[in-house]
């Protein structure tokens, strides 16, 4: 009979399960690689359709319709109105390009967010030729038998076949409150999502442990079914973009009020004709409408997080790049984010004897450095290849001293690592005596025990010597660095139900202490890290004192930090956490559960500091969620913490976090940069029109509409656009975060923009002008109009005013791309696409000076060759005065 199927697509819920394997034809056991292959052929990969994407002519009428756009399609109208056919046409011309362009920048943008899936590819962990692999999630096909533990994103609707774990099945159903999923559960429920036995693709597991044989995948599941939930990367307005927008808006409007004052002046004042004030008014409103500014910064973070990617920081939003940038606090974990993850038992006490280094491969234990093996070995859900360091150590160590337990065969049940009890037990059969072994924190072993082991194996009662004897002993290995783990065991009589009534009454089998090496990049990163103000704060499970000793040798504490344990944590009030973290102390926080990383992420941000938080396990996710930055481990970490985080780090190395935030604030700089280098023109552009005005009209307007154009939309765009992708300027990382309520434009910045690059720029480009038309015996009042004498020598001066901006913005991009630093220090030549940008601005201007056509377009005409050679001044005169100002700024 064919398969029973359930309208959501699913296999019914209550078939049994041999009737299940049978549809399937699958078993037990999963299957063989060659039947997976077969099938991933027949079904196809387990993934979602991505929805089309909007084709690019709709992206570009999306453009054409944007808010500023439509202002200069206004302008358009009103130039086809007055008569001005020229420039109503080269407005259109205009509009189109912009949206040609900012779609394509657009676009760009897009892609690069897209491509950062491939750097986190999902895995899930399969029965395959009877041996558990791990394959890419997208793998998955119906029959495949799937391991789901704690913390895993689950991958494919399925049904358990034993085990029992709790979901969180908020992306199918919204609704955030955790179920109970069985194997044995009771299959009834009206939708598919509310049968016991089943899990869902896109839905997380929070803890529990089982099998589960997959039904559907890719587009058949329910996810695929309610397919617009594809997991997306935000496209959520970043700060930066924001305030930008409101700047575009700001200039737009200016732009309008210069026009319409424009517009009376021109007639009344210097008696132009109105037909020829109107084209000019409307000229200036269109050159200095910034349309394209929103786009060139999108695509600048687009780029960013492209970098970011293949520097192993994936981030999943444009904005995270920019909020990288004013990082003031980084917490981080200590193990294997700030150490090698790599750990190997150094030391082990167990009854009463140190050992210290730990007995090597080979070695015949005696009875109690046996038990203590035994109970590694079986409380363990490590092999020997992979698996939590922490685990992996033990069980080797325990190998060595030739105790292993692969399998589990005796396991009939256990408690998994909790890490806020800081314990994990297992109940294990061993020949017929029924045993608890259990590890974890020495500290809460020891509280749980009630007897100790001697050398010999017997037991007798613990008394308070004896666990004098072994906190001293635990605080002499922590000081040192060493990860301790205590070790206990007790007889059973029966499977204990209840974690509490378990670890109770243990006999103290002693304990192991391992080392786990610092990484070799961190101090540097540390220390990049205190050099530009940025707080390091140690959050870790870990031993107070081992949490000390490594926070000392990578260098984030220098004395003897404060260390804050949990339970101290716990008994503060939100507002003493506040004021601790106010007072920039050294503060190390030690043993403390995940729910209070969330409250230190609170009290930091109540502080007003840029949070960066680093975390793996599921417990950890509301404290990511809740940082400016969430970032968790892509090797180590759960599904779960990946899915909460705004940045994922592919090598789970600190130094990671550190280069991101260089990349940040390198970004958030370059942006700056092109708005600078944007600002500058406005002045020599906006300076001729008022001695026009001021002149009423006794010096002939210095520039014209369509050569303002020219510049605006031609030979600005891509040097701007490089300067996007300006190198890092030296002294990034020296100095303090930036503020949060910093803004991207400042006084500052317009003073440099406006009243120093540009001014500069006016008097040489006016300097320019007059100079043509002095020479050709022009006197002010004199008339130039079409048909008079000095009507060429006139053409020749705007020509000259034209090319003398282009100089004076080639001075101004080399000007631009430092704010502190000099150029020598960075490269006068170390950016290549400005030099291609500055190139293509050379030869379109060029070209409007050359070409008979253009120049018939744009009024010009080549001056004579002393006057050109003048221009070769323009750029060093402007680039230099920078030079000379930065130098000046730099001593003072
Ligand atoms: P960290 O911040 O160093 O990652 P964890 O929360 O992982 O800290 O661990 C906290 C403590 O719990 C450790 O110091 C150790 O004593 C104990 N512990 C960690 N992993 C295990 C485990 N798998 N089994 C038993 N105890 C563990
Ligand atoms: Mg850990």
């Known amino acids: 009979m064919a398969q029973q199927r359930e309208p959501g697509g699913g296999v019914d819920p ?186 869902f693709s896109g839905t997380n597991c929070l803890s529990g442990q089982g099998r589960a044989t997959v039904l559907t995948t890719g587009m058949r599941t329910e996810l695929g079914r309610i397919a617009a939930l594809t997991q997306r990367v935000g496209r959520d307005e970043s700060p930066l973009e924001k305030q930008v927008r409101r700047i575009a808006w ?17 007639v009344l004042v210097a008696g132009m004709p109105t037909s020829d004030a109107f084209a000019f008014a409307i000229g200036l409103l269109v050159a200095n409408v910034p349309e394209g500014l929103l786009p060139t910064i999108t695509l600048a973070l687009a780029v960013g997080v492209r970098q ?58 005696d009875a109690a450095l046996r ?16 698996g939590d360091p922490t685990e992996v150590a033990p069980l080797r160590f325990a190998a060595d001293l030739g105790v292993t337990d692969a399998g589990h065969p005796g396991r009939r049940t256990q408690f998994a690592f909790d890490p806020k009890l800081r314990l994990m037990s297992t109940v294990d059969q061993v020949g017929d005596q029924l045993w608890l072994h259990t590890k974890g924190a020495p500290e809460e072993v020891l509280r749980r025990c009630t007897r100790v082991v001697a050398a010999d194996g017997s037991e007798r009662a613990l008394d308070e010597a004896y666990r004098r004897g072994v906190d001293a002993a635990v605080t002499a290995q922590a000081g040192q660095g060493r990860r301790v783990l205590g070790v206990a065991r007790r007889r059973l009589a029966t499977v204990p139900q209840r974690r509490a009534d378990a670890e109770r009454e243990l006999t103290c089998l002693g304990f192991v202490a391992m080392v786990d090496p610092p990484r070799p990049e961190v101090p540097e990163a540390v220390a990049r890290c205190h050099t530009a103000g940025i707080r390091i704060i140690m959050v870790t499970g870990d031993h107070g004192l081992t949490a000390a000793a490594i926070a000392r040798q990578v260098g984030i504490v220098r004395g003897e930090p404060t260390v804050v344990t949990g339970e101290q944590l716990d008994a503060m009030t939100a507002d003493q956490l506040r004021h601790l973290l106010g007072e920039r102390r050294e503060v190390v926080f030690a043993r403390v559960s995940p729910e209070a990383k969330l409250h230190i992420a609170e009290a930091l941000r109540a502080n ?51 280069a991101a935030v260089a990349a940040g604030r390198r970004v958030y700089d370059n942006v700056r940069k092109f708005i600078l280098y944007i600002f500058a023109h406005a002045t020599p552009e906006v300076v001729p029109f008022l001695v026009f005005a ?153 070209l409007v000076v050359t070409v008979p056509p253009l120049r018939e377009l744009f009024g010009t005409r080549p001056p004579q060759p002393a006057m050109l050679a003048l221009l070769l001044a323009f750029p060093p005169i402007v680039w230099g005065a920078d030079e000379l100002r930065r130098a000046a700024r730099r001593r003072r």
């Open 694 to 846: 001021l002149s009423a009209g006794a010096v002939p307007l210095p520039l014209t509409v369509l050569q303002i154009l020219a510049i605006d939309l031609g030979t600005e765009t891509l040097p701007a656009l490089a300067l996007g992708r300006e190198p890092a300027e030296p002294g990034l990382m020296d100095r303090p975060p930036r503020r949060r309520s910093d803004k991207v434009v400042n006084a500052p910045m317009l003073a440099r923009a406006w009243g120093f690059l540009g001014l500069i720029s006016a008097v040489l480009v006016l300097a320019g002008f007059f100079a043509v038309l002095l020479r050709a015996g022009w006197r002010p009042g004199a008339s130039t109009g079409p048909g008079s004498a000095l009507h060429d020598a006139y053409q020749e001066a705007t020509t000259m005013t034209f090319l003398g901006i282009v100089a004076c913005q080639v001075g101004t991009a080399f000007a631009a791309r430092t704010e502190h630093a000099s150029l020598w220090r960075i490269g006068v030549f170390s950016n290549r696409l400005l030099l291609w940008g500055i190139a293509f601005e050379l030869v379109f201007a060029a």
């Open 308 to 365: 970011l990617a293949r520097a192993g920081a994936v981030v999943k939003r444009l904005s995270a790049v920019e909020t990288l940038g004013s990082t003031d606090v980084i917490c981080t974990d200590k193990t294997g984010t700030l150490t090698e993850n790599r750990m190997r038992v150094v030391a082990v006490r167990a009854a009463d004897t140190l050992l210290d280094p730990a007995p090597g491969a080979g070695t015949r234990p």
């Open 14 to 199: 209550r078939v049994p399960l041999d009737r299940l394997f049978q549809d399937l034809r699958t078993g037990p056991d999963g299957l063989s690689t060659a039947e997976a292959r077969r099938r991933l052929a027949e079904h196809g990969p387990n993934e979602l359709r991505r929805q089309r994407r909007r084709g690019w002519w709709r992206e570009v009428g999306r453009q054409v319709v944007h808010p500023l756009a439509l202002l200069l399609w206004i302008a358009a109208a009103l130039a086809w109105i007055s008569g001005t056919t020229v420039l109503a046409v080269a407005i259109l011309v205009v509009i189109a390009l912009n949206a040609l362009f900012a779609s394509v920048q657009e676009r760009q943008a897009e892609r690069a967010v897209e491509a950062l899936t491939r750097y986190l590819p999902r895995h899930a962990r399969v029965r395959r030729d009877g041996r558990w692999a791990e394959v890419p999630a997208a793998e998955l096909v119906p029959g495949d038998l799937l391991a789901v533990g704690e913390g895993d994103r689950i991958s494919a609707d399925a049904r358990l076949v034993d085990g029992d774990v709790e979901v969180d099945l908020s992306a199918l159903t919204g609704e955030s409150q955790p179920v109970h999923r069985a194997a044995d559960a009771p299959a009834g429920g009206h939708g598919p999502t509310e049968a016991g036995n089943l899990l």
């Open 250 to 266: 700001l200039i737009a409007a200016v732009a309008v009020g210069a026009g319409l004052v424009f517009f009376p002046i021109g």
């Open 608 to 658: 007003h500091e840029v949070v960066a938080m680093t975390g793996d396990g599921v417990n950890d996710a509301p404290a990511l969620r809740r940082a400016d930055i969430g970032v968790a481990m892509g090797r180590t970490g759960t599904d779960v913490t990946r899915e909460a985080a705004t940045m994922v780090l592919t090598d789970d190395n600190f130094a990671t976090i550190v």
């Open 371 to 386: 038990a203590l093996a035994v109970a590694l070995a079986a409380c363990n859900n490590a092999d020997p290849e992979g």
